[in-house]
């Protein structure tokens, strides 16, 4: 499986919009980004995904660069429920491998 | 819907114990995957399934973990005898293969299991 790498911690303010990056300069063509986030004492929650065009959902947006070496997830305005541990993962199979993610707190 | 459904959400047992770990996944869905989460080694996945088949068992620490998913209702996973070192909490997810439209996997709040 190809590797991402992200920052270990992000700090935001509540209703401030937070840029969670990822890199993953070793993405094949038919690997799919993936984030997911993990609140505490929860299991991961998917987030969003995509292959090469920038997706939104009503949770967040994805944006892709345009070689694929990278991606960014968007929260438009963070609040203090978006505190988790967020993961970026490439994935062509079934199988989904998480890494250690980044811990995003949020401030009031 | 009620989502990925594990039981129990807590376990303490003592070494040597046999321990069974249960998930129920979301009806319809073919995929159904376990993980287990500690704090050296973050989301690892053990085993997973498609149409109650196990594919892919590489990630199942040793023989004394094993997993059935007898019908596409339920599944799990069972540790004997059990040490300490498999303290942990245990993930059960499931997920729908093979639809046009990929709505990622779904985790259960999962089981945390003492070993003492």
């Known amino acids: 499986d190809a590797k991402t790498t992200q920052p270990n911690s992000m700090e935001s303010n509540e209703e401030e919009p937070v840029h969670l990056p990822c890199n993953h300069s070793t993405i094949s063509g038919t690997d799919y980004i993936h984030w997911y986030r993990q609140l505490p004492s929860q299991g991961p929650e998917y987030v969003i995904h995509g292959l090469t065009s920038n997706v939104n959902n009503r949770m967040a947006s994805l944006a892709i660069a345009e070689d694929r070496k990278s991606s960014t997830l968007i929260l438009h305005r963070a609040t203090l429920r978006d505190a988790a541990v967020y993961y970026c993962?490439?994935?062509?199979?079934?199988?989904?491998?998480f890494g250690t993610g980044t811990r995003l707190q949020v401030f009031p | 819907d009620a989502g990925v459904i594990q039981s129990p959400r807590h376990e303490v047992t003592e070494m040597g114990q046999e321990v069974t770990l249960r998930c129920k996944p979301i009806?319809?869905?073919?995929?159904l995957f376990w993980y287990r989460q500690t704090m050296m080694r973050g989301l690892e996945l053990l085993i997973y399934f498609n149409n109650n088949v196990p594919i892919d068992d590489s990630g199942m620490p040793e023989d004394r973990f094993s997993a059935k998913m007898p019908n596409a209702s339920f599944s799990t996973l069972k540790i004997q005898p059990s040490e300490p070192r498999d303290s942990a909490v245990y993930f059960c997810a499931s997920r729908q293969t093979g639809s046009s439209v990929d709505y990622g996997y779904t985790f259960g709040s999962g089981t945390r299991l003492t070993v003492v």
């Open positions: 993962i490439l994935r062509n199979t079934d199988k989904l491998i």
């Open positions: 009806s319809g869905h073919n995929s």
